[in-house]
Each structure stands twice: as C-alpha cells, then as structure tokens.
C-alpha cells in the first residue's frame, strides 16, 4: 500500500482524508449480485477509489481452464512447492505496474488457489470459452466484459499464463513500459 501511495505521491492520511470526503462508508464485493459489504478496504481498493493519476491501468490476468486433457489439473501443479497459479499470482503482485489481478477459470479450486496469494475477484468462466477450441482472445474479451459491467474498466491486460511460471515481475513491467511509450 505505501508502495501504491508513493506511486501517486499521495501519504496514507492525505488518503485517508479524501476517503473521508467522498464520504466512503463501505467498499461491495462486484462479484455478488447481493452486494455485501466488505469490512476491510484492500490496498487495490485504496488504489481504485483514489484514481490512478496518469497511470495505465492495467488488468494482470490469469487465464486457467480446468479442462487440460494433456495434463489433467496442470494449473495446480506444484514446482518447488507452489503451483503454476501461485507463481503468476506471485509475479503480479510483485509488479510495479499492475493496477489489478483476477482469474479467468472454470474451476472453484483454481478461482480459490488464486485468491490465497490476493488475486481479486475471481471470473467465472462460462463453459464455452473452457474448451479446447475456446480462443485466449475471447477469454480476455469475456474477462473484460465482466470487469467492465461490475464498474472496473481497465487500459490493457498482461496476459499470464500458468504454463510460463518463470516469467519475472520485471519482465511484465518492462513490457507495460513499453505499451505506455507508444
């Protein structure tokens, strides 16, 4: 969180302070249709209700069926002890740059193995993009979709893939830095 808040020059009580002018009560969980309230404000919240400056916005999004016929449950395989998912979680919270992380999965158990390491809302997948012939680009397109309506519009998505797990959280920035140049 002071990471974020120095991002934006911003101290934690000047935040608190705009917080309390917006007269900000409770933050709903969008993923409800019964919206409940939240007691806690996470640091992405903090982030989303005090605006992101000049910033991109950018969605790290990992995108992980269960249906793998190759490799049944490869998105929750472990090396060294965590799973693909858990290392692409991990490589996006450790990025500078991304505004948000959330899953796009068909199973409750990877949706629940994302969460542990902060990974957001959780997308449900319908079943027909968790199929083989199902494109990424329509994925992210659903993924978008879903965002959008639930008022968490972003500039870009980082696509990560559990079947990369060694991908560094520097490498995600520097590619973001790359699309905010041009």
């Not at 991109?56 to 990992?62: A, D, E, G, K, N």
């Not at 629940?112 to 902060?118: D, H, M, R, V």
Request: contains cysteine; glycine residues 4%; hydrophobic residues 40%.
């Amino acid at each position: 969180l002071e990471f974020a808040l120095k991002k934006m020059n911003i101290t934690a009580n000047g935040a608190i302070k705009k917080l309390r002018k917006k007269n900000l009560q409770n933050v709903t969980d969008v993923e409800s249709n019964t919206a409940k309230s939240v007691s806690t404000i996470t640091d992405v919240q903090l982030v989303q209700m005090m605006g992101h400056g000049n910033r991109m916005t950018t969605l790290y999004l990992i995108v992980a069926r269960a249906g793998s016929r190759r490799l049944p449950g490869k998105n929750l395989r472990t090396i060294q002890g965590r799973s693909l998912i858990a290392y692409k979680a991990i490589a996006a919270k450790q990025s500078r740059t991304c505004t948000w992380s959330d899953i796009s999965t068909d199973s409750a158990e990877m949706a629940a193995e994302a969460q542990k390491y902060s990974v957001q809302i959780g997308i449900k997948r319908p079943p027909e993009l968790a199929t083989d012939t199902a494109t990424t680009e329509d994925v992210v397109r659903h993924a978008l979709a879903v965002r959008e309506a639930a008022g968490y519009p972003c500039d870009a998505v980082m696509l990560l893939e559990p079947s990369s797990p060694f991908v560094r959280p520097s490498d995600y920035d520097a590619a973001v830095a790359q699309m905010e140049e041009h």
